[in-house]
């Protein structure tokens, strides 16, 4: 593989465990444009020497200037929280690093990235067959840096907690995970009946 | 993997989403007198400098400011900024895999279109029984054609597996073409995946 290969796809890789913060960005845009053509019509109006479709400049003007005089207190303090948390909504999409949940695994020579629920479910398969239980008795999420297995054992059948976590351990290091996540295995102390 | 502007969504946002948190947290504290005494003084402080502006841009005969009509075209100007950045998000696909016009061996172009890796690795995924879906598609990325490779493995299936086998296929594609483009595989989780059987009898 050239170089110039290998570089691009780890920028690949880094492009892919980021979001593209695209919904934010156009939801944010079509909130502008929607306030922009409305300034709009409002300002071509005023500027042909017509009257005012909702409200005219001078009046909406004065209407902010004056506040908080003509609206209930409780109703301005509820509008600007609701303005804020907007806001704020807008602003940690922008600020907060935007990771995703997927994990790359190492290739000699492509970009891989995988759905952290993919991952799951594939361990949640080798959890289920070391336990000998159905698929509706194991729960696995997946954490930055914390495997969690939940096993529901059938009633009067007793799950082996340490075989459970040697076989997701080694499906985990199958996958090369970087970095290796802890596994924890928790068994339900009450078991299902009739799976 | 495409060409959305990242850098220019993340700096507007942050505009956009601190522009919308002041005015809500002057509305919420307008409720404060003192707050209150000061937003109307210098709103009446304002009012009359843009009082004093429009009177003075108002040209002689003319009832209002010429001022309305550089803020209506401001406006369209905006909204026509706006589109394009929306316009940006999720760009780049392209329709060329690969394209050399070097004069040396022999003078002349050669361009492989981005269908031929496109249906030669989703045919090859389409006969296996452990994924759901694929999906290939070209981008251009940083300037050069980049191969996606999506795929839909069905529940339970070991993802490692998965990218080892495709990553072959694309070893070959390699060999067939003769250039290397950077190749993103990910495999993902949909709804048909969720939903589907998780085992076959293989």
Redesign the interface.
């Known amino acids: ?2 170089d ?2 290998t570089r ?2 780890s ?3 880094r ?2 465990m ?1 979001s ?3 919904v ?3 939801i ?3 909130l ?2 929607l306030v ?2 409305y ?2 019509l409002e ?2 109006l ?2 042909l ?1 017509q009257e005012p479709w909702l409200l005219g ?1 001078e009046t909406a ?2 209407w ?5 005089e003509g609206v209930s ?1 409780t109703v ?2 509820a ?17 907060l690093p935007g990771r995703r949940a997927r994990l790359s ?1 190492p ?9 952290a ?3 799951a ?2 361990l ?2 080798r959890a289920r067959i070391a336990a000998g239980v159905a ?1 509706e008795q194991v729960l696995v999420t997946i954490g930055r840096r914390l495997v969690d297995v939940q096993v529901r054992p059938t009633s009067g059948i007793p799950v082996n907690d340490g075989a459970v976590r040697a076989a997701v351990e080694d ?1 985990l290091r ?3 995970v970087e970095p290796v996540p802890e596994v924890h295995v928790i068994v339900a102390k009450s078991g299902v009946i009739g799976q | 993997m495409n060409q959305t502007p990242r850098t220019v969504n993340r700096i507007l946002l942050g505009l956009f989403g601190l522009i919308l948190m002041l005015a809500g947290g002057l509305a919420m504290t307008l409720g404060v007198p003192a707050v209150a005494r000061w937003w109307q003084t210098t709103a009446a402080q304002a009012g009359e400098a843009i009082d004093g502006v429009l009177d003075a841009t108002t040209l002689a005969g003319q009832r209002d400011s010429w001022l309305w009509i550089v803020v209506a075209l401001l406006m369209v100007l905006l909204v026509i900024l706006m589109l394009a950045w929306v316009a940006n998000q999720g760009k780049g696909r392209s329709g060329t895999l690969a394209y050399d016009d070097d004069a040396d061996p022999v003078p002349g172009s050669v361009t492989i279109n981005a269908a031929v890796a496109e249906q030669a690795l989703k045919a090859a995924l389409s006969e296996r029984v452990d994924l759901v879906n694929s999906a290939v598609s070209t981008y251009e990325f940083r300037g050069k054609p980049a191969l996606k490779v999506r795929v839909f493995p069905r529940q339970g299936v070991a993802p490692y597996v998965v990218a080892e086998e495709v990553s072959t296929l694309v070893a070959a594609l390699d060999e067939v073409l003769g250039v290397q483009t950077p190749v993103l595989i990910s495999v993902s989780s949909g709804a048909r995946s969720r939903f589907t059987r998780a085992e076959r009898v293989r």
């Open positions: 593989m050239t110039d290969t691009l796809t920028e690949v890789i492009r892919e980021h593209s913060r695209a934010p960005a156009t944010a845009a079509v502008v444009i922009c053509l300034v709009m300002a071509a005023k500027a020497g400049p003007a004065g902010v200037g004056s506040l908080p207190p301005l303090a509008a600007g929280a609701l303005l804020f948390l907007v806001g704020l909504f807008f602003f940690l999409a922008a600020v695994i290739n000699e020579r492509t970009a891989v990235v995988v759905d629920e993919v991952l479910s594939s949640a398969r698929p499906e199958r996958t090369a």
